[in-house]
């Protein structure tokens, strides 16, 4: 028998919205922009923004902020997907990219653009299928993806992250989402959405 409760909801994937991801880093910022038109993504542009010729740190932060907000004012995006600092070995350098992704958030912030981090790990099985995937095939696949003219590609990787970003950020709000009615129990709930459970 059909259980009359399951619903079954989408976060408005047909929306037509324009997304900026951001790989955040001191030494070099990648961007990304797409625009979803009809609930199908297009590539809009990329590129990186190179901070070590500036040798101040805190002139290197202000970088960060003044070119996420120029971006935010070209290409008015509707949401910003940040890719969050993930823990490594050495404490200050994830200090710095903790202070790298601050600014771009502030940047945001600023002009009132909601806000969505994601762990490298979360963007790399989104766009690969593989965690552990290599900045390589991220960018291979995210290229492919968005079909990036070969004239776009940069050495930088740092860039096709940014873009990666922005496709995760995609692909999570245009997930179905089964509503809590369309479960058992709580448990039921929690089973079935282990990644809303924290």
Known sequence: ???ASVKIQVGNP???RIILGIDPGTNVMGYGIIHVLNGKPKYLCMGVLKLSKYGDHYLRLRKIFERTRGLIDEFLPDELAIEAPF???NVQS???LGHAQGCAIAAALSRDIPIHEYAPLKIKMSITGNGRASKEQVAGMISRLLKVPESDLLPQLDATDGLAAAYCHYLETSKPIMSVSACKSWKDYV???PDKCH
């Open 1 to 3: 028998m059909k259980d």
């Open 14 to 16: 047909s929306k037509d």
């Open 94 to 96: 994830m200090l710095k």
């Open 87 to 89: 823990f490594g070995k």
């Open 191 to 193: 089973q079935k959405n």
